[in-house]
């Protein structure tokens, strides 16, 4: 719809920006904190690793002074659960707690609005060694994580996240990397894991709202379109089964309490649906999140599977890329879009739709949590980092959520990815993504100096101008 005069975004509007604990903070071993998951990947010899990362852990005030300098009025950031409670379960680590709390009172402090991820793929290592998500005690230990938190923040904490990007977990298990062993669990465990994780994730929303009566809580969910490669019937039809197996089918569980009757007749016919108990039905409507939170990077194009090995293509190791399924559907290219020097497909107009398809489903304010451009942005010898490619990219974008807030969406805020410089999962320092600069290569620390890219400046006029000057 092209509309004859535009509103602009809300006075209130989160302009912000994102990052995740194991990713920018280091310390990975510092002041009682245990191995997570993520600390314990098989990491490739060549990219950094997660145990200095950004050095956020170190520098949260000189980060979170750049961050009030950028204008932030939002900083999305996830919990480390291996800080607080180093056994997954039990004794509560005073000094994790403080970290986040002296950084929590230092974004307050800045009028920057903290929105809180309880969980972003790092669960304790102790609890992997005892079966990780597919033990159903993983789901108390979620919900007595969560409960210290709510207990220590909840007076201070209005936007908090339940489980980041599920989806990924359970669909693209390597695309965070491989486990020692270098085997990853068959689908059947997999999606016996989707299911602690959502009967979890709604007893933690329930107990949000009996703890924080003032807090508001949501999923975070990796969401994207799915577009069919031709109007053949057929192309359809694959396009609506992957975008629901995808999508809406996680985000169906979680706001509604019930899962999606394709999703499950999927599952049962593939002998892949879970093991439920009893009272799992009721605890799921438990769940009534206040809004939903999308990462957002892509559409993909599909064509009807031909049912067989011929439908799988390769992938370049993250969730961004498809794959394929026989039976289900068949990766197929764009040509109305461009693309990444990483593959990823570039498509503004894309998250317009996927606001509307949201919006439309689910009747909730959305938060955007992440959307982005990884590249390996260069320092040059003047000190400045020229990304205006990623000022074109961001730009785009922030078009298309105009439109989409004329098309009758609720967006409480944009949160891109990442305020700062983190470890990218595959690419390490290779590939970056924030507004600010770290200065270290994958093995050489170097100075870790904060410098402001071209972007800052761009961001920054943005948000002063609440989106008017872009």
Same mark, same amino acid.
């Given at each position: 719809?092209?509309?004859q005069?535009?509103?602009?975004?809300?006075?209130?509007?989160?302009?912000g920006?994102s990052?995740?604990?194991y990713?920018?903070?280091?310390?990975?071993?510092e002041?009682?904190?245990s191995p997570?998951v993520?600390?314990?990947?098989?990491?490739?010899?060549?990219?950094?690793?997660?145990?200095?990362a950004?050095?956020?852990?170190?520098?949260f005030r000189e980060?979170?002074?750049?961050?009030?300098?950028?204008?932030?009025?939002?900083?999305r950031?996830?919990?480390?659960w291996?800080?607080?409670?180093?056994?997954?379960?039990?004794e509560?680590?005073?000094?994790?707690?403080?970290?986040?709390q002296?950084?929590i009172d230092?974004?307050l402090?800045?009028?920057i609005? @903290?929105?809180?991820? *309880? $969980?972003?793929?790092d669960?304790?290592?102790v609890?992997? /060694?005892?079966?990780?998500? #597919?033990?159903?005690e993983t789901i108390?230990?979620?919900?007595e994580?969560a409960?210290v938190l709510?207990?220590?923040f909840?007076?201070?904490?209005k936007?908090?996240?339940?489980i980041?990007?599920?989806n990924?977990?359970?669909?693209?298990?390597?695309?965070?990397g491989?486990?020692?062993g270098?085997e990853l669990? @068959?689908?059947?465990? *997999? $999606?016996?894991?989707?299911?602690?994780?959502?009967?979890a /994730?709604?007893?933690?929303m #329930?107990r949000?709202h009996q703890?924080?009566?003032?807090?508001k809580?949501?999923p975070?969910?990796n969401?994207?379109?799915?577009?069919?490669?031709t109007?053949?019937?057929l192309?359809?039809?694959a396009?609506?089964?992957?975008e629901?197996?995808?999508?809406?089918?996680?985000?169906?569980?979680?706001v509604?309490?019930?899962?999606?009757a *394709?999703a499950?007749?999927y599952?049962?016919?593939?002998?892949?649906?879970p093991?439920?108990?009893p009272?799992d039905?009721?605890?799921?409507?438990?769940?009534?999140?206040?809004?939903?939170a999308?990462?957002y990077?892509?559409?993909?194009?599909?064509?009807?599977?031909?049912g067989?090995?011929?439908?799988?293509?390769?992938?370049?190791?993250?969730?961004?890329?498809?794959?394929g399924?026989?039976g289900?559907?068949?990766?197929?290219?764009?040509?109305?879009?461009?693309?990444t020097?990483y593959?990823?497909?570039?498509?503004?107009?894309?998250l317009r739709?996927t606001l509307?398809?949201?919006?439309?489903?689910?009747?909730?304010?959305?938060?955007?949590?992440?959307n982005?451009i990884?590249a390996?942005?260069?320092?040059?010898?003047?000190g400045?980092?020229?990304?205006?490619y990623?000022?074109e990219?961001?730009r785009?974008h922030?078009?298309?959520?105009?439109l989409?807030?004329n098309?009758g969406?609720?967006?409480?805020?944009?949160?891109p990815?990442?305020?700062i410089d983190?470890?990218s999962?595959?690419?390490?320092?290779?590939?970056?993504?924030?507004?600010?600069y770290v200065?270290r290569?994958?093995k050489?620390?170097?100075?870790?100096?904060?410098?402001?890219?071209?972007?800052f400046?761009?961001?920054?006029r943005?948000i002063?101008?609440?989106g008017?000057?872009?």
């Open positions: 719809m092209i509309f005069t535009l509103e602009g975004f809300p006075k209130d509007f989160l302009w920006a990052t995740s604990a990713q920018v903070e280091g310390a990975w071993n002041d009682g904190k997570s993520v600390d314990m990947l098989i990491h490739p010899e060549e990219t950094a690793d997660f145990t200095v950004s050095d956020h852990y170190h520098r980060d979170v002074a750049l961050f009030a300098e950028l204008g932030l009025k939002a900083y950031f996830s919990v480390a291996t800080r607080i409670l180093p056994a997954g379960t039990g509560v680590n005073q000094a994790g707690l403080a970290f986040y002296q950084l230092e974004l402090l800045h009028g609005e @903290p929105v809180v991820t *309880l $969980y972003h793929f669960l304790p290592y609890l992997e /060694q005892k079966g990780g998500w #597919a033990n159903r108390d230990a979620f919900v994580y409960d709510f207990t220590a909840g007076g201070k904490i936007y908090w996240l339940t980041n990007e599920q990924t977990l359970i669909l693209h298990p390597g695309a965070i491989l486990p020692k270098g669990p @068959p689908k059947k465990v *997999l $999606y016996q894991q989707n299911h602690h994780m959502m009967v /994730q709604a007893r933690v #329930a949000c703890r924080c009566p003032a807090g809580i949501g975070a969910i969401t994207t379109s799915m577009y069919q490669e109007c053949h019937p192309d359809a039809l396009a609506h089964n992957w629901t197996l995808r999508c809406w089918s996680f985000l169906d569980v979680a509604h309490g019930r899962y999606n *394709l499950w007749r599952l049962e016919d593939r002998d892949l649906a093991v439920m108990e009272e039905a009721l605890l799921l409507l438990q769940g009534k999140p206040d809004y939903v999308i990462n990077y892509s559409t993909a194009t599909l064509a009807a599977s031909r067989d090995a011929s439908d799988i293509s390769a992938r370049a190791g993250d969730q961004q890329i498809m794959l399924e026989p289900v559907y068949r990766a197929a290219e764009n040509p109305f879009v461009a693309k020097q593959g990823w497909v570039i498509d503004p107009v894309g739709l509307r398809k949201t919006c439309e489903r689910y009747h909730l304010p959305i938060l955007i949590t992440e982005g990884g390996p942005d260069t320092l040059l010898p003047d400045s980092i020229n990304d205006d990623r000022i990219f961001m785009q922030v078009e298309q959520m105009q989409a807030i098309d969406v609720e967006l409480l805020g944009y949160c990815w990442a305020a983190v470890v999962t595959h690419q390490g320092y290779a590939k970056r993504y924030g507004f600010i200065n290569g994958e050489d620390l170097m100075d870790l100096r904060r410098i402001r890219k071209n972007s400046g761009w961001y920054q943005l002063a101008s609440n008017v000057h872009r």
